[in-house]
Structure formats: C-alpha cells, structure tokens
C-alpha cells in the first residue's frame, strides 16, 4: 500500500484566476506568483496516483488569510473526499491565525474531515503569540481525535519560496505546548529530528509526532531516510510529495539509492500513514 500524506489541491475558480487572489493574500501570491506553480484539482491528482500506483492521499488547500477563500477551498477538499472515499483523505486549512479557526475545523471534520492542515507561517517566525491562537484549534482535533499537519522548515541553507524565519527552538516550542495532538510535522520537521538522539526529554515529546517527507529531493540527500530511520524510528516517517511540486517517482528513486530495505520503505511509503489515519477516522 502506497498513501501520499502531503498533497495540495484547488477549485477550478483558484485554479483558472490565481491573480484575482494575491491582494490580501501575500503567502499565495510568493508560492503561487508565478505560472510555472502549478496548481492541481482533485482529478489532476487521482491521475497522477494511478500512473504512480499510489492507493490514497491525504489532501488539503492553503492557508488562506481570506475566511471566504478558506472555506472554498476547504468545501471542495470536502466533496473530493466524498467523490473519492476510497482514495482520498481530507485536512481542512486556514490561517494560523484566523480567529474563526477552531469554528471552521470543528465545521470541517464533522463534515468528514480528518483534522487540520497544512497549517502554516511564511511571513513570520512561529513565536508563542502565533502558537498560543492555536490553542483553540488544538483542543478541537484533541476533542476530535484528529490530526493537525504543520508546515516547517529548516533554519539553515538556501532560500526559497516559503521558506519561514522560524527556528527548531520553535518548533520543538509548539510540540511541548500541544504534547496529546497528533501532529505531523511536514518537511521532515525542518531537521528537529535530528535531536531524536538526545538522552533527556526530547524522545517524550516526539511520543506524539511524525515526519513527512515533502520536498525531500530539493532538500536533503539520498541518505535522509536511513538516518532519520535510526534516529526517530522507520515508523514515525510518512511519505509525502508536496503534489503537484513533485511527483511520487523522484521519491521511490531516492528511497531505492538510500540503503534501507524494502520492509523499511513499505512502512514509509504507506504502511505507517495507514496506521496512523486508522487511529483517526
């Protein structure tokens, strides 16, 4: 079994106009400016995960500042997930720091969605204001028993389109705030892992926490997936493309050239993300 973790998909209406919607919305417009960003509907996707012989993916949008264009995107990952029950998987997204959050993840998972992402700053750092307004959300999907994707990213090397000023200290900030959520941290948790091999503490706080491997190709070595594998555990690592940036062939190579086995790479590419949805849903 094969399940994406980490897709991003639009209406047609955001698809077709993408530049009626950067006023207002500074984050769309640095990783959507351009024309060569693509932007993919649900059927773009399905496709894509029958070439690839993907079997499901876990979907959501982008943080909209904008409550209209949040819940727009937010009610077509909810009718995907009711067109394509047996391959598709919904989060709900908005921004981190939209006062009616809590009101629209509880609306969107009683809707049939299974929990919350990828939330995100691009703008910012992730300092304890933005993580104290999280608070609401996070009690929704602990009362929901539903899970919340974060947006990181690591604090070192080269720039790019939304890459936030966040640090680990952060991040690991986040996690001791919210230690019963189950949270999945995107990017390979911007190389907070990397501290799995500490003595003291840090084992406990990642008791509740995953790792996806989104964008990995553009950010780390081949190498990753063994390391990560011995310091976290092969079974808190989800396989996650960041579709439509990457396509899940540019993964299976680089798992296949890492050095881990076949067992190991069949819990990554599917076997933990269903353990972990089947806890969930």
Wanted: glycine share 8%.
């Amino acid at each position: 079994m094969i399940i994406d973790f980490h897709t991003h998909v639009f209406p047609r209406f955001m698809r077709d106009d993408r530049s009626s919607l950067f006023e207002g919305e500074p984050e769309f417009k640095i990783l959507y400016g351009s024309p060569d960003a693509k932007l993919a509907s649900a059927e773009d996707l399905i496709r894509s995960m029958d070439d690839n012989h993907v079997d499901m993916s876990v979907i959501f949008g982008f943080p909209w500042n904008t409550p209209e264009y949040y819940r727009q995107n937010n009610d077509y990952v909810i009718d995907a997930v009711r067109r394509y029950p047996d391959r598709l998987v919904g989060l709900c997204c908005f921004s981190i720091e939209s006062p009616e959050g809590a009101e629209e993840a509880k609306r969107c998972i009683y809707a049939g969605l299974s929990g919350v992402g990828e939330l995100a700053v691009y703008a910012s750092d992730l300092n304890m204001k933005i993580i104290g307004k999280l608070k609401g959300v996070m009690d929704v999907c602990l009362e929901c028993n539903a899970l919340v994707l974060l947006h990181t990213n690591e604090p070192v090397g080269h720039k790019y389109a939304g890459k936030a000023p966040m640090t680990l200290g952060q991040i690991y900030c986040f996690l001791k705030t919210y230690p019963l959520n189950r949270i999945v941290l995107a990017h390979w948790g911007g190389g907070i892992l990397f501290y799995g091999l500490m003595k003291k503490e840090v084992q406990d706080v990642f008791k509740n926490v995953w790792f996806d491997t989104a964008a990995s190709p553009f950010l780390y070595k081949t190498d990753m997936y063994r390391i990560a594998s011995e310091i976290i555990g092969y079974d808190k690592i989800l396989f996650g493309t960041d579709y439509p940036l990457l396509t899940p062939g540019r993964y299976f190579r680089d798992m296949a050239k890492s050095g881990i086995s076949s067992d190991v790479t069949d819990r990554i590419c599917g076997l933990n993300a269903k353990a972990l949805l089947d806890s969930v849903i």
